[in-house]
């Protein structure tokens, strides 16, 4: 990996070594200790650094990249954090389940479940520049999804009570460990749709646990995507054609576990479920 540039307030070094962390705990299914209070002074660049290495491992391990996920996309959220904008993640190819799919809990530490709208992108994008019509235009179609969620770091610190900050969460691919794609694909030039008032009511076994309208989403769920063309550019990197993003949830985390099913109604756009065998 290459040496960061300033301003980081962790070496190379630490970066490779929090990374290693975080795909041990993914593996053994032990959660590593908050990289916030082993490296206090860390930052946001320090996070993305950390996630970038981790992905990096992971492609050294033969994934693959598929796409990206933008998180706390509220206004509540990103106060509750004391974050300014979203953050971000990395769709990897073994991430993807098929509509209905059984997902086996013994893969994940700590499940949490979301529903959004995925884009699959027809066109490149890429920013400094990008608007909501750049990414309609670049959109092959749109399709409810639920975004299934882990967290490789404490949550809460034993020893302190602390719980974890925005640092570990971002350092952690977003909190992002896998994803359904399911309901009604749609073109979104061929509908005559809000795209903001997509809603989907959510359930587990049978009981409803939240409900939510994608206006939640930065009042439109394109300006996520948008917002994430701009924020990658930074990087020097550009969203390509195929890839797909999870435009961020419009409900709050569903806490789940082995035996749960949780389906997503979208209405006319149809539903998404899964099962946690």
């Not at 660049?45 to 950390?50: E, G, L, P, S, W």
């Not at 999804?145 to 691919?173: C, F, K, W, Y």
């Amino acid at each position: 990996m290459s040496a960061p540039a300033a301003p980081f307030a962790l070496t190379p070094q630490q970066i490779d070594a929090a990374a290693a962390q975080l795909d041990a705990a993914e593996r053994t299914r032990v959660p590593c200790r908050q990289l916030s209070a082993q490296y206090p002074a860390m930052g946001i660049d320090d996070a993305y650094a950390v996630q970038a290495a981790w992905m990096q491992l992971k492609r050294g391990q033969g994934r693959r990249v598929l796409g990206h996920k933008i998180g706390l996309t509220s206004k509540a959220m990103q106060r509750a954090v004391r974050i300014a904008e979203p953050d971000f993640g990395t769709l990897l190819d073994d991430m993807f389940h098929r509509d209905g799919a059984v997902i086996p809990t013994d893969r994940f530490l700590q499940l949490r479940i979301e529903a959004e709208l995925a884009f699959v992108l027809g066109k490149p994008l890429s920013g400094p520049d990008c608007t909501l019509f750049q990414v309609l235009d670049a959109t092959a179609y749109i399709t409810p999804a639920l975004e299934i969620l882990d967290a490789r770091i404490q949550r809460v610190d034993p020893d302190t009570g602390a719980t974890r900050t925005v640092v570990d969460t971002i350092s952690d691919n977003a909190a992002n460990a896998a994803l359904v794609l399911g309901g009604r694909p749609f073109k979104p030039d061929l509908l005559d749709v809000d795209l903001r008032r997509i809603g989907a009511i959510v359930s587990k076994n049978g009981e409803v646990e939240e409900t939510g309208l994608a206006a939640g989403v930065l009042n439109h769920p394109a300006y996520g995507v948008a917002w994430l063309a701009n924020r990658l550019h930074r990087q020097g990197v550009a969203l390509q054609a195929g890839e797909v993003v999870l435009a961020g949830s419009f409900i709050r985390p569903i806490e789940v576990a082995r035996g749960d099913t949780v389906v997503a109604d979208y209405g006319e756009f149809g539903t998404v479920s899964c099962h946690f065998g």
